[in-house]
């Protein structure tokens, strides 16, 4: 896993730089050993280089860093107790990003939330967090927001699976954030990259602002005659549109949701092409059609 650091291996590598740094060799556990200094490795943190005082260390094939330089750089309390010879590392506690609190069900018109809500207190560590999400989902119960992270808002459209939030990753990236080194999740219908928010938190530098978005997400069009075509039309339906993404040429490809119905059918897209006309709006939906999406109905081939 990319841009982990073991504390185990960063705790070895603190002992090695005070041994090899005293040159004295006692009776009491200090063993002299052969390492060798690789000012050819290089260390990143999410993708960033960073410059590191001391050179890693390589002996007996593992790789150690210093732990001093690798606490700062992850936030974390280093200690020397002399008398008991013993390095002490106070991991930082980890504050939730807010987000909102999502009922079990969904809701077709969900109250809009002025303020963001702080998930529950987690005291897993990144390493349990990792060893939970899955490789794997489908959608379960789809989730909308605008969200402002930084002063830049998107929309965000994510998947509530096993009670935890996923979003889309071309979705996080709308805001900034960088997925790289994360566990992601594909979503197994629409075959679509998704990213816990357990870990996505973990790359923010400020606590996001969401608000629930009471209609559909709207991707690529900005043409408010437009959005309001299509969204008259879809008032004379009893389904719920959670996106709708301008595909080009005044074609529109909407997901949706069958609330009636289970398993891969609750779920479909449906197109709708858009034609100029002599009305004040100036447009009106010339056809519509629905599709399954492409990972619905597919079967899984057993492994030998």
């Known amino acids: ?64 860093l210093p732990v001093r330089e690798m606490s700062r750089l992850l936030g974390a309390e280093i200690t020397w107790d002399e008398a008991g010879k013993t390095i002490g590392i106070i991991r930082p506690t980890l504050t939730p990003a807010p987000t909102p609190a999502v009922s079990l069900r969904p809701s077709q018109t969900p109250p809009p939330v002025s303020t963001p809500t702080p998930l529950p207190s987690d005291d897993r560590d990144l390493q349990e967090i990792w060893d939970a999400t899955p490789t794997e989902m489908k959608l379960e119960q789809i989730v909308r927001y605008q969200v402002t992270y930084q002063g830049r808002p998107a929309s965000w459209l994510g998947n509530v699976y096993n009670g935890t939030i996923f979003v889309r990753v071309e979705d996080a990236a709308l805001s900034g954030l960088t997925v790289s080194g994360l566990k992601l999740t594909q979503e197994k219908l629409t075959e679509t990259p998704y990213v816990s928010i357990d870990l996505l938190r973990t790359h923010m530098t400020e606590q996001p602002f969401f608000q629930t978005e009471p209609g559909p997400l709207v991707y690529g069009e900005t043409d408010p005659k437009k959005i309001e075509v299509i969204k008259n039309y879809l008032g004379s339906y009893s389904d719920i549109t959670h996106e709708i993404r301008a595909m080009g040429n005044n074609t529109y490809r909407l997901l949706v949701e069958y609330p009636q119905f ?23 939906i010339s056809s519509a059609s629905s599709s399954s999406l492409p990972g619905a109905f597919k079967t899984s081939t057993p492994t030998p």
């Open 1 to 64: 896993m990319k841009n982990r650091v073991r504390w185990k291996a960063a705790g070895l590598s603190a002992a090695l730089m005070l041994s090899f740094a005293a040159g004295v060799w006692a009776d009491d556990g200090i063993q002299k050993v052969e390492a060798y200094l690789r000012k050819d490795f290089k260390v990143t943190l999410n993708g960033k280089k960073q410059n590191l005082e001391h050179t890693p260390l390589v002996y007996n094939g593992f790789s150690y």
């Open 262 to 284: 289970t398993g891969d059918g609750k779920w479909s897209y449906r197109i709708l092409t858009l034609s100029p006309n002599n009305t004040a709006n100036g447009w009106y």
